[in-house]
Antibody, heavy 124, light 111 residues
Framework: QVQLQQSGPGLVKPSQTLSLTCAIS??????????WNWIRQSPSRGLEWLGR?????????DYADSVKSRITINPDTSKKQFSLQLNSVTPEDTAMYYC??????????????WGQGTMVTVSS | QSALTQPPSASGSPGQSVTISCTGT?????????VSWYQQYPGKVAKLMIF???KRPSGVPDRFSGSKSGNTASLTVSGLQAEDEADYFC???????????FGGGTKLTVL
């Protein structure tokens, strides 16, 4: 059974970096038929896909235009996890953050496994 | 403001059918067959109910069905049950600029 377990701080100061980690059990971040995504949800912005990392003979990343200049998603094969870094955060980045898997049987744009979510508040 | 438009609420009595719409544009729903639907209970993680417009993951009851016409996708829940009361939101692939866009969600109430 595939599970995603998120970790990271729930409070980040404005202008600092938001960092979250998603540990994978039951699958591999290096799988050649999955992608590993970060998605956030807030009352003001709804659900927003942030980006993904995936391996197809080499590593690839795709990012949403809205955060492209501030985001980094990195795989960590030794720790079986992937991470999100979002720089220069503002209160607008306050949201519930989810990691999620896509691929395998359901195509690359359907998210079949989700992490438990991390509520991140940006405040001084 | 969400890229895809859903009605904020929908309702039906047990045993009835309810259809939830999700309207996008010719750049997302109208162009790609990568529409998904998710069910989310309050405080819980989303569950994939439909992918690629009309396909059901294993374990999802066949009471849930999806379709698409033009720029609008729809989720139909037949034979409504109390346990179907939840939030439902849609998503669509939108090309290599926006990648994935979501709807604002619809709260389904079983009367």
């Amino acid at each position: 059974q595939v599970q995603l377990q998120q970790s990271g701080p729930g409070l980040v100061k404005p202008s600092q970096t938001l960092s979250l980690t998603c540990a994978i059990s039951g699958d591999s971040v290096s799988s050649d038929s999955a992608t590993w995504n970060w998605i956030r949800q807030s009352p003001s912005r709804g659900l927003e896909w942030l980006g993904r990392t995936y391996y197809r003979s080499k590593w690839y990343n795709d990012y949403a235009d809205s955060v492209k200049s501030r985001i980094t998603i990195n795989p960590d094969t030794s720790k079986k996890q992937f991470s999100l870094q979002l720089n220069s955060v503002t209160p607008e980045d306050t949201a519930m953050y989810y990691c999620a898997r896509s691929g395998h049987s359901y195509g690359y744009w359907a998210f079949d496994i989700w992490g438990q979510g991390t509520m991140v508040t940006v405040s001084s | 403001q969400s890229a895809l438009t859903q009605p904020p609420s929908a309702s039906g009595s047990p045993g009835q059918s309810v259809t939830i719409s999700c309207t996008g544009t010719s750049s997302d729903i109208g162009y790609y067959n990568h529409v998904s639907w998710y069910q989310q209970y309050p405080g819980k993680v989303a569950k994939l109910m439909i992918f690629e417009v009309s396909k059901r993951p294993s374990g999802v009851p066949d009471r849930f069905s999806g379709s698409k016409s033009g720029n609008t996708a729809s989720l139909t829940v037949s034979g409504l049950q109390a346990e179907d009361e939840a939030d439902y939101f849609c998503s669509s692939y939108a090309g290599t600029n926006n990648y994935v866009v979501f709807g604002g969600g619809t709260k389904l109430t079983v009367l």
